[in-house]
């Protein structure tokens, strides 16, 4: 074996990915439910990245093995994602500071 | 020669080098994606309505252009082809070669039928002459999905050859060849999740 496990173990993570799957399922069901409350652009920016944020989350736990992954890994994600926030949030800070549309100077 | 930490884990790093390996790879990619969905937000912030005004046309919402059941199924067929990937991994790990091929070959054809549902997308909005250089909605939403259909083409290629003449060290070095998997499908549930985002931003909101 690669990485030490036994047959039971495979087994048991082989029960997890199927719960994980149906939890993957009704969670794009709710995805698509929620865009039809038609809610303002903020809103439903936050809530769609939420739900998103939820898959992802099991995808990555569960299918990529996260959760019983080494200390390396999980920090260097932690800061990859730091960044990416940043990213996004410079924009709309920004924005917010210049008080007007992005693109008229 | 042996190439060192193949299996054997790196005393400092705690696990194998390809594994290190492809998670450095996926941050990069993380910012890749990253720079264009902060483009998309840029883009989107700057106006008062979105996706706009294409071909003397004032569109309101996304789901008038874009397809939200066609893209529903894909989203399903890209979280079914994370499972059947992993299964792949499971099955190796179970020692059953037989199986880890039917799921091997699962994922590849999944991974297939997103590109079939891609094309049926991409050739309704060209045959309405809505071209990326149309407008700002059109541009982002061709470049990001264009980018992760890529992505998902390379997939299929590595997935391909791990089906096909890669599987030959399954027999030569089997410990080194499920590690190949696993680093392989660590690339393929990182394009599912690329998906999971896109999707809501781009055709819900």
């Known amino acids: ?105 | 020669m042996q190439i060192p930490y193949t299996t054997t884990i790196r005393p400092d790093t705690g696990v194998y080098n390809a594994k290190l390996g492809v998670w450095l790879f996926l941050a990069s990619e993380i910012m890749l994606f990253g720079g264009l969905f902060s483009a998309y937000v840029f883009l989107r912030m700057g106006v008062p309505v979105w996706p706009g005004e294409i071909n003397g046309h004032l569109y309101t919402s996304a789901a008038e252009i874009v397809s939200i059941p066609l893209a529903t199924l894909n989203t399903m067929i890209l979280i079914a082809s994370s499972v059947t990937m992993v299964m792949s991994w499971a099955s190796l790990m179970m020692d059953n070669f037989a199986r880890y091929r039917l799921y091997m070959g699962a994922t590849i054809l999944l991974a297939f039928g997103f590109l079939v549902v891609k094309a049926f997308e991409y050739g309704s909005k060209f045959d309405h002459g809505y071209f990326p250089a149309e407008s700002n909605f059109l541009g982002i939403y061709f470049t990001l999905t264009g980018l992760h259909a890529l992505h998902v083409v390379g997939g299929i290629i590595v997935n391909g050859y791990f089906f096909g003449p890669g599987a030959k060290m399954w027999k030569t070095d089997r410990a080194r060849f499920i590690n190949r998997i696993e680093i392989a499908g660590l690339y393929w549930h990182f394009v599912d999740l690329v998906w999971i985002f896109l999707f809501p931003t781009i055709y819900l909101i």
Do not use: C, Q
């Not at chain 1, 997890?16 to 969670?27: D, K, P, R, S």
């Open chain 1, 1 to 105: 074996m690669a990485e030490g496990h036994s047959i039971e173990d495979i087994r048991k993570h082989v029960r997890v990915y199927m719960m994980v799957f149906g939890a993957l399922a009704v969670l794009t069901v709710v995805t698509v439910g929620v865009s039809y409350l038609d809610l303002p652009f903020a809103p439903a920016l936050t809530l769609a990245l939420v739900i998103a944020s939820v898959k992802a989350g099991l995808v990555a736990l569960y299918f990529m093995h996260l959760v019983s992954e080494k200390k390396v890994i999980f920090w260097m994600l932690a800061l990859t994602f730091a960044f990416f926030l940043a990213l996004i949030l410079l924009f709309i800070a920004a924005k917010n500071g210049h008080g007007g549309s992005v693109l008229v100077p």
